[in-house]
């Protein structure tokens, strides 16, 4: 197999004379090295004969991929709606192998969609495929997998779990001879001809101008200062924006004897490491700026060969660097996943790009961590909750439906009108002194078409027959919500798929509640099958994030909310199966309306403590769904 990178020479390039497979990839959230498509590489390496160090727009290929960007010289991925950066590389492979060939090798998710190996992995499955192997045991590459090619079936060899795999043809990797082109500058467009008129481009572009203004002002500062600044003969050079040289260099000459070299990544500082998405030719990254001063020779740079075929993480010293950042160098959050901060994320990496092609400094953070979890607790700490019996509620199947007849839940909760207001009925929006608009449509003995029922609580009045039709639309467990004021007849429940509700006593405090102890919810609801009353019975739903831990206050109001929250699982209304509104994944267990706390020891993310008007507010969300206190008094 040939290995990303092999038979290249001292810069990472493939010889002059041999012809390699190129293929792009970026870093996920567990460290693996995802591949592009094949497409996408093709059109990636189409940007890089044009401008070396210029931007890929990956909507134009893939509109799924609309909300990204590449830029080649920092190696970055950029999600322009939130602010993410991840580092992407280059990797060359031989012609023969898989994706010189076009073959893809794919394996069964819980959805029943197709995901692709790893390139790596995809290479020597392929290779052992051809060799006419019976089996492959992926241990060797980290994983506990074994694929066995005559039932096509990937087992987990811990698990002991199956899941299929496939193997089809798709169009061939880019292959290329040599060397890239050297590196133009920046930024796209500006030597080309006619520039690009994307958006992209365009925001780039426009900002051009602007830099050389800032650089040129700050030259005549400095240069302008008189006899002190000439009397140390200090010079500023402007920083070559994402170049692989020095990018903000100071040379201040003296009769000194000292030479100090400062590089970024370098150091024995024993201070805490802290990784920063940044490629070694990215952005002038403040924090590790010497303090300069007329008793010796200092240099700053970011050691500087083009990382076209590098990963963009490294490591850089921050403990003892934090006390020399420049007054009045703005940090910005950059890789800001929780969208925390006083700037939105997106905002801060494109001004971080920005201040950088000026040539100005500007300190990149990252966004602190919530704290989603609490200390480990023994088993033995686990105590119940006061007031509350058991520790644990189960959802069975034999318990999740109760049939009722339609007729009779509409005549439970109304009374008949003889006359009729001459109002509409807000179902059929026919006037209720007409026949029903469902009539022909839907039919039921004993239910004529222009019978007008009122509702015993709110009083609003409805034909009975779009009444029926409303209940047949719905759950059909014996309750009934009046579509305009939403007042619940019944006990409402909803269509949660079985799971187990576990709840006790941690001995830790919440923020704000510093005098109790906490109540930890543990929700665990597996993957299956989707029923009759969900949006596509017969089919596979996913239940991600599973088990789900929430958290109150252990104190009167919060173990009163607990009992509505048992009260409301009991009742599955709990959770739903729809669309997951932060992947946008479909036919996945959701939350179904009634907020949680799942953050700890923090607040960053919205979901978490100190929020003194939560326990009123999930009180409110719970009544809405016919769980209120005086459930709790019968």
């Known amino acids: ?5 092999s038979g290249l020479n ?10 390699r497979v190129v293929v792009w990839e970026w870093l996920n959230e567990h460290g693996r090295w995802r591949p592009y ?9 189409n940007v890089l004969k044009g401008d070396a160090r210029g931007t890929v727009v990956l909507g134009q290929v893939d509109a799924q991929l609309s909300p990204y ?46 995901t692709p190996y790893d390139m790596e992995i995809c290479v020597t499955i392929q290779n052992a495929y051809e060799k006419q192997h019976p089996w492959l045991d992926l241990t060797s590459l980290g994983f506990c997998y074994l694929i066995d090619f005559n039932s096509m079936a990937q087992t ?65 500062k400095l240069y302008g200062q008189g006899g002190n600044a000439g009397a140390t003969g200090t010079t500023v050079r402007q920083s070559n924006t994402f170049a692989g040289t020095s990018l903000w260099s100071s040379t201040t000459n003296s009769s000194g004897t000292n030479d100090n070299n400062i590089s970024v990544g370098g150091g024995q500082a024993k201070a805490e490491q802290v990784q920063v998405p940044l490629s070694k030719a990215n952005f002038p990254c403040s924090p590790v700026m010497p303090s300069l001063s007329s008793h010796g020779h200092h240099a700053l740079t970011i050691n500087g060969q083009n990382n076209l075929n590098r990963p963009g993480t490294q490591r850089i ?17 950059v890789k800001n996943l929780t969208g925390s901060g006083p700037v939105h994320p997106a905002l801060a990496g494109m001004t971080g790009i920005l201040m950088c092609a000026a040539g100005l400094p500007v300190c990149l953070t990252r966004a602190p961590k919530p704290i989603l979890h609490p200390p480990p607790i023994n088993k033995s700490d686990l105590k119940p909750v006061p007031g509350i019996n058991g520790m644990r509620r189960k959802t069975k199947k034999k318990h999740l439906r109760r049939g009722k007849n339609p007729e009779d839940v509409v005549r439970r909760y109304t009374d008949k009108i003889k006359v009729a207001p001459d109002e509409d009925c807000t179902i059929c929006m026919e006037r209720l002194s007409m026949a029903s608009g469902y009539e022909g449509v839907l039919q039921h003995r004993g239910i ?30 014996g309750s009934l919500q009046c579509p305009t004021c939403k007042t619940i007849y019944g006990e409402k429940t909803g269509t949660q798929p079985p799971g187990k509700m576990e709840y006790h006593v941690i001995p830790h405090c919440l923020p704000g509640y510093p005098d109790s102890k906490t109540i930890r919810i543990v929700y665990d609801i597996p993957a299956g099958i989707q029923t009759n009353e969900h949006p596509n019975p017969g089919k596979k739903f996913s239940a991600r994030g599973f088990p789900r831990h929430c958290y109150l206050p252990d104190n009167d109001k919060g173990r009163k909310v607990l009992k509505l929250l048992i009260m409301a699982w009991d009742r599955r209304l709990i959770f739903t199966i729809g669309t997951s509104s932060t992947t946008g994944e479909s036919d996945t267990v959701v939350w179904n ?42």
Not at 1 to 5: E, L, Q, V
Not at 174 to 191: C, F, N, R, Y
Not at 452 to 472: F, T
Not at 594 to 620: A, Q
């Open 1 to 5: 197999m040939a290995r990303p990178g």
């Open 10 to 19: 001292g810069l990472g390039y493939p010889p002059q004379n041999l012809a």
């Open 37 to 45: 498509s094949a497409a996408v590489c093709h059109h990636i390496e």
């Open 69 to 114: 960007i590449i830029d080649l010289q920092s190696m970055h991925q950029f999600r322009q709606d939130t602010g993410t950066m991840r580092p992407v590389q280059r990797n060359f492979y031989e012609p023969s192998s898989a994706p010189g060939k076009g073959v893809v090798w794919e394996w069964e998710n819980d959805n029943g969609s197709w």
């Open 156 to 220: 987990n060899r811990q698990s002991q779990r199956k899941r299929r795999l496939r193997r089809r043809m798709d169009l061939a990797y880019p292959l290329i001879m040599g060397s890239i082109p050297k590196s133009q500058s920046w930024p796209v467009g500006a030597s080309s001809g006619q520039p690009c008129s994307c958006q992209q481009c365009i925001l780039v572009n426009s900002t051009r101008a602007a830099s050389n203004a800032i650089l040129a002002s700050q030259r005549r």
């Open 317 to 333: 010293s921050m403990g003892t660097a934090r006390g020399s950042i420049p007054p009045g160098v703005p940090a910005l959050p």
């Open 448 to 477: 004529k078409p222009e019978l007008v029922g009122k509702l015993g609580k709110c009083g609003h009045m409805y034909h009975l027959l779009c009444l029926v039709a409303m209940y047949n639309n719905g759950n059909k467990d």
């Open 593 to 634: 309306e009634i907020h949680h706390k799942t953050e700890f020891g923090s607040n960053l993310t919205g979901h978490g403590y100190p929020d003194p008007n939560y326990l009123d507010n999930v009180l409110t969300e719970l009544a809405a769904q016919g769980v209120g206190e005086d459930n709790l008094k019968e």
